[in-house]
C-alpha cells in the first residue's frame, strides 16, 4: 500500500473529512489551540520556515499562522479539492504561500532545502512501519538544526495490537459520530480499518531517535489524538515544557 492509495477516500470526497472536522469528532480545536501555543514559544516569528506535510485544507493551522506567521509556508496534500480551499484559508496569513499536489512521503524525501518547522497533521498513520522510519529519516535530514518535526496523529496504547486499536476505533466512530451520514459514516470505517496504520508513542520516539530526533515531548492527547513535538534539542524540549 502506498500513501496515495491509502487517501484516496478525501482525495476524492474532500467534504467527508471536513464534515468529520466541523463536529471536532478528532479534536482539531482543542489540538490546534495547542499547536498554536507550541508556535507561540518559538522566537523567530515572521521568520521561521513552515512545511506542511498532508496539509489538507489547512484550515485549522491556518488560524495558528494568523497568529503567528511564518516567513513561508509550503503545504503538501494529494487531494486538489482540498489544495483549493486551503488557497482560501491561508488567504489571511501574513506569509509567502506555496501549495503543491504530491504525496508527502515521496515530498520529504526529495526536497532538497530545509524548514524549521515541518507539521503533518492526522496523516502518518497511513504509512507501514518502514514507510514510517523513512519519514522520520527524510524529516530529521530537512529540519534546521534548531528545527521542529511537529505531529498531529492517532497513536495506540503501549501494548495495544492494531486489531484492538482499530476495534475501539471503529466502535467510537458508529458510537458518536452521531452527525455523520450514515452511509458516509461507513465508508470512513472502511477507510480506517483498510488504511490506518498507528504506532505507540514508543516506537514513534524510538525511530525519531535512531535519526537524532533524541528529544521529544506529548505536547497534549486527547483519546488515541495526540499531538507531538521532536527535536534535536534537549534544550528546546525543555524550554517548551517549562513554557505549556
Known sequence: MTATESSTLFTQTWSLYDLITEHNYMFHQEIYQDVGRLLGLRQDHGRYR???LGCGNARYLASCLKQFPPASYQGIDLSEAALAEASRYLAAC???VALTQGDLLDAIEVADKTWDVIFTGFAVHHLMPQEKARFFEAA????SENGWLIMVDVVREEQQ???NYLRDYLRSMRENWIEIPAGQ???ACTHVHAHDYPETLTTLQAMASAVGLTASRMISHYGPHYALLFARSEMT???V???L
Open 185 to 187: 459514516l461507513e465508508e
Open 50 to 52: 513552515l512545511l506542511d
Open 241 to 243: 515544557s517549562q513554557g
Open 161 to 163: 495490537s492494531r486489531e
Open 237 to 239: 524540549a525543555a524550554i
Open 94 to 96: 501574513k506569509t509567502a
Open 140 to 143: 530529521a535530514r530537512c529540519l
